[in-house]
């Protein structure tokens, strides 16, 4: 019996997603719980595993959009699992030997007895070409490493197909102009859905932007002589993102308007603080949620953050994980940022952007002084927050890294 394979629902307001990669081919015997293939949407990519056992059968190829509720394969479960090979008796005949008299690893043999070197059948397992489409131009018409190279590259930029005597492209494919200097691809669910929300952002919120500074010496020199103490105690480095939300909730609570939002005609105030960490990954840009982050210790909020960077660009981001939050931190810092103006993780109303340290000199007491200094900058949604409360709120967020004993520290 043929047990259908469906795009199941993965989340609130998501409709459909591509099939990016197939983990099994068709013909495979899974079990329940393998991993069959990833399903990237505009919010999460999601491994979707075989429910029952069998002989699957894909109907979709990798990079089709589908939609919810799709049938995308088949699994025959009236099929069982293929009986171990008996072991081959090793050969009792000596290595043949290469140059300077080491032994030369035997080529493979593919299922229509074409040989493949090592080298080849690497290239073919890792870009999942079909050797019997490869043109070969070795010695008897074997498929050189030159060959298989060629047709990986050719297969990155689309797999052509012949439409009344020219060469098209699929639209879910990149395509390359005739002369290599333009390539068009599709764009990614995730991709899509960030210009769309920043679009949305731009022409519905009334974005300002205010800045400051901040000296990082305080933080700088307690994170040194708390670091060998935290990370023997809790198991994780001492980061500056943990000061920066720690501040931010503080300053949050001393000024509450910058924790909500608006909707339709009226304003949504957040008594609560799940704080949006951005993450930059190679799919693009996700904020995944720190829950109640005022209740967390500093290395509560280390090992979450330390988790969302890895399973962000694992891909393995739950929905849950991106759903929600009042307030949004971005650290354009580690890319070398020196200054920016963040767009609003919308509907929230604020954002704060860190950025990198850099030694500077300033006047302290009268004297010039080289101090590492940050630049801060707090984009706010002008519609409900007036220009003395954000910057009253930066400010906040200024006196509480340059003093943080001011933040409940808990090392």
């Not at 939609?67 to 171990?84: L, Q």
């Not at 200097?181 to 205010?210: D, E, F, G, N």
Request: net charge neutral; with cysteine.
């Amino acid at each position: 019996m043929a047990v259908e394979v469906k795009i199941p629902a993965v989340g609130e307001s998501i409709t459909s997603g591509i099939v990016s990669v197939w983990h099994k081919k068709s013909g495979d015997f899974v079990n329940p719980g393998d991993a069959l293939f990833t399903l990237e949407t505009d919010k999460v990519s999601t491994e979707i595993a075989a429910e029952t056992a069998g002989v699957l059968d894909t109907i979709v190829p990798e990079g089709k959009e589908v939609k919810i509720g799709e049938v995308v394969a088949t699994i025959d479960d009236s099929k069982k699992a293929p009986s171990a090979k008996p072991e081959k008796k090793k050969d009792t005949e000596p290595s043949p030997k290469g140059r300077g008299g080491s032994e030369t690893k035997p080529k493979e043999e593919t299922a229509d007895g074409e040989t493949l070197s090592p080298a080849v059948r690497r290239i073919v397992d890792e870009e999942h070409l079909d050797p019997a489409k490869i043109s070969g131009t070795g010695p008897g018409g074997r498929i050189t490493k030159s060959d298989a190279l060629a047709a990986a590259q050719g297969k990155s930029v689309g797999d052509a197909v012949s439409v009344s005597g020219k060469q098209t492209a699929s639209p879910t494919e990149n395509r390359e102009s005739s002369d290599g200097r333009v390539v068009r691809k599709k764009m990614s669910p995730l991709r899509r859905k960030i210009a769309a929300q920043l679009v949305m952002a731009q022409q519905t919120a009334a974005i300002l932007t205010t800045f400051n500074e901040c000296d990082m010496s305080g933080v700088q020199k307690l994170r040194a002589e708390s670091q060998d103490a935290f990370v023997k105690k809790h198991g994780v480095k001492l980061g500056f993102m943990s000061f920066f939300i720690k501040a931010s909730v503080e300053a949050l609570k001393a000024v509450p308007v910058v924790n909500g939002r608006i909707e339709d005609e009226d304003f949504i105030q957040n008594n609560f603080y799940d704080i949006g960490v951005a993450v930059g990954t190679d799919r693009g840009l996700v904020v995944p949620i720190v829950r109640d982050a005022d209740k967390k210790t500093f290395a509560d909020l280390e090992r979450e953050i330390g988790d969302f960077a890895v399973r962000a660009r694992e891909g393995k981001l739950k929905f849950e994980d991106l759903t929600g939050g009042t307030f949004t931190v971005s650290n354009g810092g580690v890319y070398g940022s020196l200054v920016s103006t963040p767009i609003l993780n919308f509907p929230q109303s604020g954002i704060l952007g860190m950025h990198k340290i850099m030694p500077r000199p300033i006047a302290v007491d009268g004297k010039m002084e080289i101090r590492p200094m940050m630049y801060l900058a707090l984009s706010y949604d002008h519609r409900a927050i007036d220009g003395k409360e954000a910057v009253t709120f930066l400010i906040k967020v200024k006196e509480c890294i340059e003093d943080p004993k001011k933040l409940p520290l808990d090392f």
